[in-house]
């Protein structure tokens, strides 16, 4: 189990002015109102608030938003009212909180009629709150990475709410990472055998992606060295299941197929002429497809996602194989700024670009 002062010290890092006391004061609250309840799985319902408070310090949060992770689920699930938690923790917690609670107390109605009731009391919430909605998604993710223990029946709804509801919302905010791993879990238990199918197939594939990975990355940072444009870091990633399982089942091929099964992002100062620049030193590196490139800086998708994608052929790997590789992002919003384009109300943010090639 997470401790609590890793989580203060992830806080204290990222918010050097931030009031530590109160997220001691919430974890304390918490394991006293929580005491001897236990989970599904056996251990201490402690855990998950604790969990929940963990992924909101490492999406960089304020220390409001995870104390409020810590505290989320009082209200809802003991004799604490709201009163109470305004009267030790303020109102601006209180009013989080509180916001959490009714999300979570939808009636007894019909399933399509709950989704759609989720819906709006998420969308509620986000004008008000977008803090609401992240603490949220927080909690959805940790109670989705335990799933396993919950009824077969149970788990269905809650995966298929997952893929339907939450994820799209994540995907709406631009947190592709969240995103795409509450994808995967749900994935996990709406289709267990193409799954594990598709797992195990990957898994034989590991050891050639990441050589394959290590080779571009290096060619890309020295490319990139070499024209003298100026980038942060160079990320590798493998395709995500469901994101892959998807493509198979709509274009109808096998895996052998998928020829953007691996990405390798790099990060760029933020001024648009390093994106496009970035994506000159990839041209001139590797033959570009014609008709995939792609720009979404100058024309942002519905959630305000920018980036520039193209596909290149060529790249080699390092047993001297050849294999098609995609070219991908270049964002005006990072990973660890969630929603960052919703905060400030402009199409461009001030956080560092992201360019990848796949």
């Given at each position: 189990m997470i401790r609590i002062e890793e989580i203060v010290e992830n806080v204290a890092r990222n918010h050097p002015q931030a009031n530590l006391d109160?997220?001691?004061?919430?974890?304390?609250?918490?394991?006293?109102?929580?005491?001897?309840?236990?989970?599904?799985?056996?251990?201490?319902?402690?855990?998950?608030?604790l969990e929940v408070a963990n992924i909101l310090a490492s999406m960089k949060l304020d220390e409001v938003s995870v104390a409020t992770g810590l505290l989320h689920d009082v209200v809802e699930d003991t004799l604490v009212d709201l009163d109470t938690i305004r009267q030790y923790f303020?109102?601006?917690?209180?009013?989080?909180?509180?916001?959490?609670?009714?999300i979570a107390q939808i009636s007894n109605i019909s399933r399509e009629e709950q989704q759609a009731e989720n819906v709006r009391k998420m969308l509620l919430a986000m004008v008000?709150?977008?803090?609401?909605?992240?603490?949220?998604?927080?909690?959805?993710?940790?109670?989705?990475?335990?799933?396993?223990?919950l009824n077969p029946e149970k788990r269905k709804r809650i995966a298929e709410e997952t893929m339907e509801i939450f994820a799209p919302i994540a995907h709406r905010l631009g947190m592709g990472k969240l995103r795409g791993e509450l994808e995967d879990l749900a994935f996990r238990h709406l289709h267990p055998e193409d799954y594990r199918e598709l797992a195990e197939q990957l898994e034989k594939r590991r050891a050639e992606n990441e050589?394959?990975?290590?080779?571009?990355?290096?060619?890309i940072e020295a490319k990139m060295n070499e024209a003298e444009v100026p980038f942060v870091r160079v990320e590798?990633?493998?395709?995500?299941?469901?994101?892959?399982?998807?493509?198979?089942?709509?274009?109808?091929?096998?895996?052998?197929?998928?020829?953007?099964?691996?990405?390798?992002?790099?990060?760029?100062?933020?001024?648009?002429?390093?994106?496009?620049?970035?994506?000159?030193?990839?041209?001139?590196?590797?033959?570009?497809?014609?008709g995939r490139i792609k720009d979404w800086i100058a024309t942002p998708r519905d959630n305000l996602?920018?980036?520039?994608h193209t596909s290149v052929i060529g790249a080699l790997l390092p047993t001297g194989n050849t294999r098609r590789a995609n070219a991908a992002r270049a964002m005006t919003t990072t990973p660890s700024r969630p929603c960052a384009h919703w905060l400030s109300g402009h199409r461009k943010s001030k956080t560092p670009a992201t360019f990848s090639i796949r």
């Open positions: 109160l997220l001691r004061r919430a974890y304390l609250f918490s394991a006293r109102e929580h005491k001897g309840q236990k989970r599904a799985s056996g251990e201490s319902y402690l855990v998950h608030p303020g109102e601006e917690i209180a009013h989080l909180v509180d916001g959490l609670t009714k008000d709150d977008v803090r609401i909605v992240l603490i949220k998604l927080a909690d959805r993710l940790h109670n989705m990475r335990t799933l396993q223990y050589a394959f990975l290590g080779g571009i990355t290096e060619r590798g990633r493998v395709k995500r299941l469901y994101s892959i399982w998807k493509k198979l089942k709509i274009q109808k091929i096998e895996l052998d197929q998928v020829y953007d099964l691996v990405a390798a992002r790099v990060i760029t100062p933020n001024e648009v002429r390093h994106c496009y620049a970035a994506l000159g030193v990839i041209h001139n590196t590797w033959r570009p497809v014609p996602y920018q980036s520039l």
